[in-house]
């Protein structure tokens, strides 16, 4: 299991809005931020946040942070019902999928855990910069 994890939606450390207050200060006081960095990928507006899909190949890349985490077991088993993955679902019936993937961060490459879509909805747009910013709520 990677203690890093790469957060580019609701979840960045820098955001203040209302929406994610909470997990994002539980986050900040299970890690460490290590800094900016990025992912190969495609990244969608979902409305209140964002989904990724990772590709190697794509001409694109997705930007947030790069955390490496205290205790990562217990870390994960939160996040990954605030991500709303669900022990004894069907793997297709959840929204993410929690995936290893290679990040870039300061020049360094590092296997993080990264929420990624599984697919992609319908009428949904492309962030084609790559960036979040989280709507006015």
């Known amino acids: 299991m990677t203690h890093h994890l790469f957060v580019y939606g609701s979840l960045m450390p820098a955001l203040t809005s209302a929406f994610g207050r909470a997990e994002r200060t539980r986050l900040a006081n299970e890690s460490t931020v290590i800094g900016p960095a990025h992912v190969a990928g495609r990244l969608y507006d979902l409305g209140d946040y964002p989904g990724l899909v990772c590709d190697e190949h794509a001409p694109t890349q997705v930007h947030g942070e790069l955390l490496r985490l205290v205790s990562a077991k217990q870390t994960f088993a939160w996040l990954d019902?605030?991500?709303?993955i669900v022990p004894g679902r069907a793997p297709t019936e959840n929204i993410y999928v929690r995936a290893l993937r290679l990040v870039?961060?300061?020049?360094?490459?590092?296997?993080?855990?990264v929420y990624e879509l599984q697919r992609v909805p319908v009428l949904v747009s492309e962030i084609r910069s790559g960036r979040w910013h989280m709507p006015s709520l």
């Open 81 to 84: 019902a605030f991500e709303d």
């Open 104 to 113: 870039t961060s300061g020049g360094q490459y590092f296997d993080a855990g």
